[in-house]
Each structure stands twice: as C-alpha cells, then as structure tokens.
C-alpha cells in the first residue's frame, strides 16, 4: 500500500524559508506513470496547488507562488521536497504532499503537516 | 489563475440527492475532460471521489457521480447518508500541468 508521510519543521520564521520533505513508501517515485505534487490548505480556507514534479525533475508551479516555490526530487530516498521563500504568516498552512496520477487528479495523500509561520 | 466557484454551503435530508456545481473557464474546466472530486472531513486529508469527470477510483461508492456541462462540473450524491457530512472541493487542470482548485463546499446532511 502506497504511503507518503511529510515531514519538516512546525514553525518557520517571517521572510524564512519554508522546507519540507515527502516520503514516499510503498512504491517508487521513479514510475513512469505518476507525478508528485505539493497542496496547502490554510487554516479554515480551501485548498491551493502549489506544484508538481516528475522524477526527472521538471516541476510545475502554481504561477501565484511560482517565483517563491522550488520543487525538486531524490530518487536515492524516494522522496521529493518543498521549499517556500520568504514566507509571510499567510504562508501558514497545512502542507499535504500527494501522487498525481498522469498530472491530473491527486489519487494517494500524505496525512498533512501544520506549519505555521510566526517570529 | 483563478480558484473554480462552488456553493459555500449545500445541505438534504437522508435518502436524498444533492449536487454540487463547480463554475471555472474556458481555460480549465470547459477546455478538459479532467476535474476530479475530493471529499475531506475535519482534520483529514482530502480523499478523491472522482477523476476524469466522471470516473470512479475503487472504493468510492456508486452513490457519487460526476458530470460536466460547457464550464461547469457538478458531483451528485444520491441516497445520502449522515457520513456524507463533510467538506468537497473539485478540482480541475488547467493547461501546462498546473491544477486549480474550487474553493470547498460544506454539505450538511439534515
């Protein structure tokens, strides 16, 4: 059974960088047929694309974060990873990593992480 | 980029059918056959329901179904259930591997 689990720290600072890591288990993140990708959801809101990457490290970006967002893979681990720059309280989220399924629909999630952004 | 519409709030009585329309743009929904459907209770993860339209993953059962018609998606539940209490949000590609998402319906089952 395929399991993604996030990991990274609780609490960032303001204008800090945002670092998280997914790790996939149960399957390998060098199959042909999937994409990983980031979703966040703030407290109490909705949820938001943040990105996605295919194991040979082209990634897509929601282009509302794009310039802040960093997307990349290790296919050693079988994990791929999130950065967010210079991070604002708005950035406070719960962080979900999940497998995407020929880049359209998000079939497997990760249990999610609160990361909250404060001094 | 812009979120896909949904109801803030929908709610039936059990046994009932509802559904939920999701309103994007020509650029997203009405140019794809590929909006697919979460179902997220508190503190969970979201769970799909449907993909591609109108496809069911394995698992999800015959009560959810999903259509689409020019820019608007819907999801039906029928026979609903007390268990269907929970949030939904669709979501649909939108060119160049990018994704958006609806902004969340609260379904209340009365």
């Known amino acids: 059974q395929l399991q993604l689990q996030e990991s990274g720290p609780g609490l960032v600072k303001p204008s800090e960088t945002l670092s998280l890591t997914c790790t996939v288990s149960?399957?390998?993140?060098?199959?042909?047929?999937?994409?990983w990708g980031w979703i966040r959801q703030p407290p109490g809101k909705g949820l938001e694309w943040i990105g996605t990457?295919?194991?040979?490290?082209?990634?897509y970006h929601n282009p509302s974060l794009k310039s802040r967002v960093t997307i990349s893979v290790d296919t050693y681990t079988n994990q791929f990873s999130l950065g967010l720059s210079s991070v604002t309280a708005a950035d406070t989220a719960v962080y979900y990593c999940?497998?995407?399924?020929?880049?359209?629909?998000?079939?497997?999630w990760g249990q999610g992480t609160l990361v909250t952004v404060s001094s | 980029q812009s979120a896909l519409t949904q109801p803030a709030s929908v709610s039936g009585s059990p046994g009932q059918s509802i559904t939920i329309s999701c309103t994007g743009t020509?650029?997203?929904?009405?140019?794809?056959?590929?909006v697919s459907w979460y179902q997220q209770y508190p503190g969970k993860a979201p769970k799909v329901l449907i993909y591609?339209?109108?496809k069911r993953p394995s698992g999800t059962s015959n009560r959810f179904s999903g259509s689409k018609s020019g820019n608007t998606a819907s999801l039906t539940i029928s026979g609903l259930q007390a268990e269907d209490e929970a949030d939904y949000y669709c979501?649909?590609?939108?060119?160049?591997?990018?994704?958006?998402f609806g902004g969340g319906t609260k379904l209340t089952v009365l």
């Open positions: 020509s650029s997203d929904v009405g140019s794809y056959n590929l």
């Open positions: 999940a497998r995407v399924p020929g880049s359209d629909w998000l079939d497997y």
């Open positions: 990457i295919y194991y040979s490290g082209r990634t």
């Open positions: 591609e339209v109108a």
């Open positions: 979501c649909s590609y939108a060119g160049s591997s990018t994704l958006v």
């Open positions: 149960g399957g390998s993140i060098t199959s042909t047929t999937y994409y």
